[in-house]
């Protein structure tokens, strides 16, 4: 019976990591600039792939299948973050931002 939970949740939560996956592979396509671009890359796309391994990790359940999840998603959690905030500063630096739809500039002096 806790099994059976356990493989619905699992598929519920792949489930919504797809469609968050999804939602963010449109945002890149649609979104105008290359700033918001960068927030459809790494946030939806994140929490979806931690949704999509949360549930293959309840699929699973053997020790060594869920660490080997959680080393994933670790990875994920630590390169995505880093990658928006240089794609970011090599966007602004190429002249790609349109500063004037900044609130602070905080780069503006260097």
Same mark, same amino acid.
């Given at each position: *019976? /806790?099994?059976?939970?356990? @493989?619905? %949740?699992?598929? $519920?939560?792949?489930?919504?990591?797809?469609? /968050?996956?999804?939602?963010?592979?449109?945002?890149?396509?649609?979104? #105008? @600039?290359?700033? @918001?671009? *960068?927030?459809?890359?790494?946030? #939806?796309?994140?929490?979806? %792939? !931690? /949704?999509?391994?949360?549930?293959?990790? $309840?699929? !699973?359940? =053997? #020790?060594? +299948?869920?660490? *080997?999840?959680?080393?994933?998603?670790?990875?994920?959690?630590?390169?995505?973050?880093?990658?928006?905030? *240089?794609?970011?500063?090599?966007?602004?630096? =190429?002249?790609?931002? +349109?500063? =004037?739809? !900044? +609130?602070? @500039?905080? $780069?503006?002096?260097?």
């Amino acid at each position: *019976m /806790l099994g059976t939970i356990a @493989d619905w %949740v699992g598929g $519920l939560f792949v489930l919504a990591g797809a469609v /968050l996956a999804l939602a963010a592979g449109i945002g890149v396509l649609r979104f #105008p @600039d290359v700033l @918001d671009r *960068m927030h459809a890359a790494t946030k #939806p796309q994140t929490l979806g %792939v !931690l /949704l999509l391994l949360a549930g293959v990790a $309840l699929r !699973l359940r =053997s #020790p060594a +299948d869920v660490g *080997m999840v959680a080393l994933v998603a670790l990875f994920q959690l630590a390169t995505a973050p880093v990658a928006a905030q *240089m794609i970011g500063r090599a966007a602004y630096r =190429s002249g790609r931002v +349109d500063r =004037s739809l !900044l +609130d602070t @500039d905080e $780069l503006a002096g260097r």
